[in-house]
């Protein structure tokens, strides 16, 4: 769906306090994937998400990061065919119960520069990634997720080699869009218990 139809849902959401991983999934791991991703990638992973046969994570955030989407340490080198990856995310939601992971990772220039960051769709069993969950102060999931010498082949790519960053800010500036909306429907409900209360 739409912005429109992912706000409509996000606000029920949230005036039942509803904990399942749709903003992980649907909202930031599909996004991903529709706005990038080419099309027998599509057909494959949105069908199996739309049917809950799916889970996604976006592992986009790293320590020391600041809030700076540009900030992305995690490495990727080329390798024969594909790639291996190697560093650190933060604050993955709901990574610890994902089949796959959507991870950004630097194929070219510095810590901080717009250019250079690629995507890559990574198994969540892959060898060498490890996740360490715990639960937010919102009582939802989240995970450290560690990558060491994870392999993956030129397939695993989503996107364009070096310019993921647009895809990363519109996907996150769509998950605000999507949390906002939850915060809205969390507040009505809110307004309205409170209001049977007074009453």
């Not at 592992?59 to 900030?71: I, N, S, T, V």
């Not at 630097?106 to 520069?113: K, L, P, Q």
């Not at 082949?153 to 990363?168: F, H, K, L, N, R």
Request: hydrophobic share 50%; charged share 20%; with cysteine.
């Amino acid at each position: 769906g739409s912005t429109v139809e992912t706000a409509v849902l996000m606000e029920a959401f949230g005036g039942a306090l509803v904990a399942e991983p749709y903003l992980a999934t649907c909202v930031l791991g599909a996004g991903v994937i529709r706005l990038a991703g080419r099309a027998a990638l599509q057909r494959e992973l949105l069908p199996r998400v739309a049917a809950g046969e799916l889970m996604l994570a976006f592992a986009f955030a790293e320590p020391g990061g600041r809030y700076d989407l540009a900030h992305v340490a995690t490495r990727a080198r080329r390798n024969g065919k594909g790639f291996t990856l190697d560093g650190h995310k933060s604050v993955v939601f709901h990574a610890a119960t994902a089949d796959r992971i959507i991870v950004s990772a630097r194929t070219a220039g510095g810590v901080r520069d717009h250019n250079g960051v690629t995507l890559f769709l990574v198994d969540a069993d892959a060898d060498g990634l490890t996740r360490r969950a715990y639960q937010t102060v919102d009582g939802l999931r989240a995970a450290e997720v560690t990558l060491d010498r994870v392999s993956v082949s030129s397939d695993a790519v989503v996107g364009e080699v070096g310019g993921a960053y647009p895809v990363i800010a519109w996907t996150v500036d769509l998950g605000i869009a999507a949390v906002a909306a939850e915060a809205a429907g969390i507040m009505a409900a809110l307004n309205r218990q409170t209001l049977d209360y007074l009453k």
